[in-house]
């Protein structure tokens, strides 16, 4: 990986573009995953690659859910691999439930390299490798996945995953959580919950709210659930996205 000094002003970003691109080399990131990164890099651009106040409140309804999930399910592709492996697995352990490897671009080699490295960042369940079960409306290698997994569950988290397979899991009755810095990406829009924001900020925030929000009660969980809409936080973050924008061409003056 090439070194990047710690002074740079864009050190986080650099850093994440040469964890894909050394992903990519290692066999665990398809080809393709270079430019969804770039384009959730773009995006992250526009919103100042901080955790924007609404992908916050997604962030903590997502925990919520979540904790009130009776079989939830995280699913792991080539980017997430890349950029959050171990903040995957430390998901997994606080929720204490597996992960499972879901890819877009499917080989039998690259499940298997991803799924070696979740096990090798500590994680003690990773399915994926053996698929039993086909998601309806997708096509056959899109479609694959496992029973006991994302296929029962009944809350999934999709980190940077595709509108198709999104849709799809919704059609199934699912509630489904997405990470994607595109606030109008099909993912985004159909998803139940969408936490606009970089992959490597959310699931370290994910992980904090679900300890914040352990102890709560039931009810209290339910009433966040029910009182969040999914529409509202994309309209607040493009409100977000504008006024941070405002504030730098205005600066352009200055
Ligand atoms: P859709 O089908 O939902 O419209 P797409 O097929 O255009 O999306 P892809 O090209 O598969 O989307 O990219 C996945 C999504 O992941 C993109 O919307 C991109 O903005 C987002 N993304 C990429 N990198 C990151 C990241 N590091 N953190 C969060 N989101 C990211």
């Known amino acids: 990986m090439t070194e990047i000094p710690k002074s740079h002003p ?18 665990i990131t398809s080809v393709q995953g270079l430019i969804a990164q770039g384009r959730g890099e773009a995006f992250d651009y526009l919103i100042g690659e901080l955790t924007l106040p609404s ?21 792991v592709n080539g980017n997430v691999a890349a950029l959050a492996s171990r903040e995957m697995v430390d998901l997994a352990a606080a929720l204490n439930i597996p992960l499972e490897v879901n890819l877009f671009h499917r080989t039998e080699e690259r499940v298997r390299l991803i799924a070696d490295r979740l096990r090798s960042q500590g994680a003690s369940e990773v399915l994926g490798e053996k698929t039993d079960v086909l998601i309806a ?26 509108g198709d397979r999104c849709e799809a899991l919704v059609a199934m009755g699912k509630k489904v959580i997405a990470i994607d810095l595109n606030p109008l990406s099909r993912t985004a829009r159909k998803a139940s919950v969408s936490i606009v924001d970089n992959i490597v900020r959310a699931v370290p925030n994910l ?29 607040a973050v493009g409100e977000e996205m504008q006024s941070y924008l405002a504030e730098q061409f205005s600066a352009l003056d200055s």
């Open 137 to 162: 409306g997708l096509d056959h290698s899109r479609a694959r996945a496992t029973r006991g997994g994302i296929f029962d569950a009944d809350v999934v988290l999709i980190p940077l995953e595709d």
């Open 207 to 235: 992980i904090q709210a679900v300890r914040d929000l352990r102890g709560l009660e039931r009810s209290e969980l339910e009433r966040m659930v029910r009182e969040y809409d999914n529409k509202e936080t994309l309209q």
């Open 10 to 27: 864009r050190y986080a970003s650099l850093v994440a573009r040469e964890r894909v691109a050394a992903g990519v080399k290692e066999g």
């Open 55 to 75: 992908a916050l409140k997604a962030t903590r309804t997502a925990a919520a859910l979540l904790l009130l999930a009776e079989r939830p399910a995280l699913s």
